[in-house]
Structures are given as C-alpha cells and as structure tokens.
DNA sequence: GTAACGATTTCCT
DNA sequence: GGAAATCGTTACT
C-alpha cells in the first residue's frame, strides 16, 4: 500500500479548517520498518490564544508550547495521565494553535497495532480516544517537535473522501468556561 | 524543592 | 454514569 504525502502547504490554513481538512484521511507512521496506517476518524481544533482550553491561552508559552510557535505542520505530542496525545500545528508561524487528533480506525500494519495497543482491532474502543490511539500507532514523547512534512509521521492523502464532517461540541474540558460549548470537534459523517 | 493540576482511560456500581 | 488511577509539567515558596 502506498499513501501520499501530503505537502506543507496543507498545514498553512486555519485550524478549523485544517481539522475539517484532516477527517478522512490517513494518519501514517513509519515504525521500525513497518507501515501503520489509520484513518482519521476525529479530531479537535485549539484555537491558541482565544482558547481558554489551550496550552496557548493568553500567548501563554512554556518549554512544552514553544512548538506551537513554529511553522504548521510540526508534531505536538502532550503527555497527559500517562497517555500520549497527538496534535497538528496549523496556521503559520507565531499563530499558536493546533489541531488534537482524537480517534482513528486501523488500516494497515493492524497486527502491529493490535501488538501495540494490546487489544483486538475488531473492538470498537480500538483507537476512539486521543491516548489510544497513540498507543496503537506507537507515537510518545520521541516525535515531540518532528515534522509531519519530512518525519516518519506524516498524514496521508485519501483519494476517496467521505461528506463533510459534523462538527459537535467538545468533551472532556469541564473547567475551562465558555470555551467547552464551542463546537469545535469534528467528527467523520456517516 | 514542593504542591497542584490536567486536551484521559479504565474499572466499578 | 461516576470515581479512581497516576505522573509529567507548571506554578509557587
């Protein structure tokens, strides 16, 4: 199986589009001589500064945000409850926002997921969550700052693209105020 | 150096 | 549906 790069130029757009973007296509991983391979399912836009949920809120930066600084399309990995989160820096340099990946569905390289993640790819809780997911494709700390342009990670172009995707209020960030109601996670339509 | 918090997952009721 | 687990980063003394 072969999946095209896809160039820089699509991570220069903005971070709602560029998570709209993302849906349908597939998340790609170079490990070890294998080929992982899933399909993006779901994903979630932090829009930076205006984000009370971000990293970035306020133009905030730490030694772990820098990376939200640089140019889009680099790899933001956050370590979060001993899970590994996964996220696309979009817009352009200085613009800190970034777009979270939040589920996928195994492609290819699925025996070395399964191996990966210690579950059976058939159950439905797979790779549904931003921390599985990252188990399954064997992303940690090590691809902080990488680039999805010339990494071993990169996003992969799918010819046959699905409907528009739905966008739904985002979870899991009950303290962060009015941020919460913004409908700002994408999730694929079926 | 120490304390508090969190972009989650999993198990229990 | 709700609570505990669990540990690196951040903020503060």
Redesign the pocket.
């Known amino acids: 199986m072969s999946v095209e790069r896809i160039p820089a130029h699509f991570y220069a757009q903005s971070t709602i589009d560029l998570a709209k973007a993302l849906i349908g296509n597939y998340l790609v991983h170079f490990l070890n001589g294998e080929l992982l391979v899933g399909r993006i399912t779901e994903t979630?836009a932090?829009l930076g500064v205006l984000d009370r949920?971000?990293?970035?809120y306020g133009r905030?930066q730490?030694?772990?945000?820098r990376i939200?600084y640089e140019d889009p399309g680099h790899v933001?990995t956050?370590?979060?409850?001993?899970?590994c989160?996964?996220?696309v820096v979009a817009e352009r340099s200085g613009q800190p926002e970034?777009?979270?990946i939040?589920g996928i569905e195994p492609v290819c390289g699925i025996e070395k997921m399964e191996s990966l993640?210690?579950?059976s790819a058939q159950d439905k809780?797979f790779a549904?969550?931003?921390?599985?997911?990252?188990?399954a494709m064997g992303i940690s700390?090590n691809a902080y700052g990488e680039s999805f342009i010339d990494g071993p990670l990169y996003i992969g172009y799918n010819g046959q693209k699905n409907g528009a995707p739905v966008a739904t209020r985002?979870?899991?960030?009950e303290?962060?105020g009015q941020a919460k109601y913004f409908p700002f996670r994408f999730i694929e339509n079926k």
Not at 62 to 65: F, G, I, P, Y
Not at 78 to 83: D, F, G, L, W
């Open positions: 979630e932090y949920a971000c990293h970035s905030k730490t030694k772990r945000t939200l933001y956050y370590t979060m409850h001993t899970h989160l996964l996220n970034a777009v979270l939040r993640r210690g579950k809780q549904n969550g931003p921390g599985k997911l990252t188990q700390m985002r979870i899991g960030i303290n962060t």
